[in-house]
């Protein structure tokens, strides 16, 4: 372990040629990303581009609008403006005109959802549009990610050159950290997206890289032009980085820390002064104008009154919220394609949390190894105690990972890639982490089969993943055709055709999964990108799943795109409902709707198709309908039921409720019930306290009430909720509600919506 910090004693690797190696490895595996990822399905990229578009067509800096007004870039118009003025002056020259033709949102899509189904892309896809030569939005789209790809590829490099200067005599780690960071695969695809963190991270990267520069020239004279020069572009950089995404502000606070560091070595505070102002004059004169800007507009120094509302917690997160996002967060960082849908196979999450993990404890050895020999080591060399380049990539870290932190208390931002800014540091202390748990000369062969198993791996999933994901439907072989179990060949509209289905389960219980395939036909281009909807309903006419609709193809295929005689099957997994009501006996409903319109309505004349049976049993024994709800660690709602799900205006419904005390409750609670028609119309409610009071249920007590739900005499027919929850007066008129936790512990909302239930006529 000694020889860690003895000079370098083995033969040096070719250390130039391979940083080359990897940097372009890099940019034909990140530029392959960029070509297979269908454009706006990364990340927020159907939000970033239209700030491109709309520098590009000389238009200025868009104006942030409120969420009910907002323009086709939503919160980005936020976003500090240089990236997207380095995209728009690439891509000036290519006629965008066609933006709103090609970006088409996907109304239905699962974004931040993964499912065993797809209906997964953001936007719709024309073929003919997006297919080779590219042209228009299609090229200038593709223009810009290759911008990005370049950039990424200047962060692998300075993630090799931060390295370098924190452990010279390990080029092992400095080439392993660059590989890692680029073939992480998330960093990998973001590189490859319009996305304005590939800006910001390589300025950040090259910030540190010269403040680093600055420290080890700190014995040189005060009067050095060069010395002060250094100051400056600093100072550039940081004004460049602020001016690419607001939070690299934080590297002023670096860069000050780093100026009192050299006018301390130098016994000089007056040249802190002047340090100072050689960094924050380029600041001022290349950021300020934004902070100006966003003053007079918005009336915030930031413009987050604005960008927040899009995305805002409706329960700020203490850290027991935010530990429970932890796989969330950590999926964000490793590699979580798409619109948050697309993760990486588990195996390769599980393995790349391990090296982690392995990392973690190589540098607790290291740093006991230092603590116990300190004294020995501070003989040999007294500078070593202080490595200022490690300790500056590792305050970058911690800033980064703190600010993260305190922003997604109150936004939903678990997304491991919003800690990009400081990926080159987490890469070098992975690498070094797991170096210490090396032997010296066996660390560059395990480093680079590692690196080398990451870029096969980050260069396999466009074709693995990402291309499959986002594939049309194959047309049916005659074969196929042939072979379809139930035929029904029912016309919807005027443009497909339900030629059949299978639909294999005939019983089931809440929360599973019940599959159905359907097979389809087109007579021509729909007028319309019209929407497919499969319900599951009981005796009642009550939808017992949560499944909404989806255009075609389980999303992949418009409506308006489709070929006379195109045919294709998509496979649904249809969840049933976890408070389903039970026992019932459930039909599957088929049909159409148009998204266009409000509540999507279902097209006239044939609107739906309804067939099969599918029992829903109740578990065996259960006197009621189980369900598990935890309420703020006090409660658990286990079970309900209902004397009726169907009753008309004026007639009352009574709901049995069944609870568990999880602790000896610490308040005198109280339950609401409403019957809800969303978002907030109450139609019948009844607030009360159980019998017995809460403050005298025992831990593990099970106690039943009854709440009657009498509907209001002019409850229109419909299809309305059923939502309880607990609260308590914390006040004369005050109310808090207890919040409702999942199992790992986060906190989801302060209400249950329980069951439906249908008001006749």
Known sequence: MSKDIEPETLKPWPAK??????????????????????????????????????????????????PERAGLWKQEASQPPLYYALAGLLTAWVDSSDLTTVLRPNPHAAIGVVTADGNINMVTHDPTRKAWPWRG??????????LSVVLGAATVYLTYRLGQAALPNRPEIALGAAALTAFTPMFTFISGSVNNDNLVIPLCALALLLMIRLQAQAHHSIKSASDWMGWLILGTVIGLATLSKVNAIALASLAALSGAWVAWQRRSWRYLFAAGLAIGLPVLVLAGWWFWRNVNLYGDLLGFELFTPYFTRAIPADLTQI????????????????????????????????IVLLAALGLI?????????????????????????LLLI???????????LTWTRTTWSSQGRLVFSAIPCYSILIVAGLAQLLP????????AVLGAALALFAAALPFTLIAPAYAHP????????????????????????????????????PGDLVPITLYWQALKPAERDYSIFVHLLDESDIEAQDKGPAYPGRGN?????????????????????????TPASLRWEIGLCDPALPNCPRLPGTDSLQFGQIALARPQGAMFNPVSYNLGDQLELIGFDMDRRVAAPGETIHLNLFWRALAAPARDYTVFTHVLQPPQTLWASQDLQPTPHTLQWQPGQTISDTYPLTLKPDTPPGIYEIEIGVYFFTGPSDIERLKVLARDGSQQQDFILLSKIRVAK
Not at 377 to 383: E, I, L, M, W, Y
Not at 440 to 447: E, G, I, S, W, Y
């Open 17 to 66: 040629a391979w940083i080359i190696v990897i940097v372009a490895l890099f940019g034909v595996v990140s530029a392959t990303h960029s070509i297979v990822t269908p454009i706006f399905e990364a990340s927020d990229e159907l939000w970033h581009y239209p700030v491109v578009q709309h520098i590009a067509a000389g238009q200025g800096l868009p104006v942030q609008t409120p």
């Open 137 to 146: 939005t299609v090229l200038a789209v593709h223009l810009a990610r290759l």
């Open 323 to 354: 530990w429970a996002e932890r796989t969330s967060f950590l999926y964000g960082y490793w590699g979580n394609m798409g619109g948050l849908n697309l993760p990486i196979p588990h195996w390769a999450f599980v393995l790349l949390n391990s």
């Open 365 to 389: 050895k290291w740093v006991c190894f230092m603590w116990v020999k300190r004294n020995r080591v501070f003989r040999k060399n007294p500078g070593f105690l202080v490595n200022f380049p």
């Open 394 to 404: 590792i305050a970058w870290g911690l800033i980064v990972f703190a600010g993260w």
């Open 440 to 447: 010296r000369r066996a660390a560059p062969f395990v480093l």
């Open 474 to 509: 194959l047309q049916l072989t005659a074969a196929q055709l042939e072979a379809i179990p139930q035929r029904v060949n029912v016309t919807f509209g005027d443009a497909l055709v339900l030629l059949g289905y299978d639909a294999p389960v005939t019983s089931a219980k």
């Open 557 to 581: 295929l418009p409506a308006t795109t489709l070929g006379p005689g195109q045919t294709w099957a998509e496979t649904w997994l249809v969840p049933v409902r976890s408070t389903a009501y």
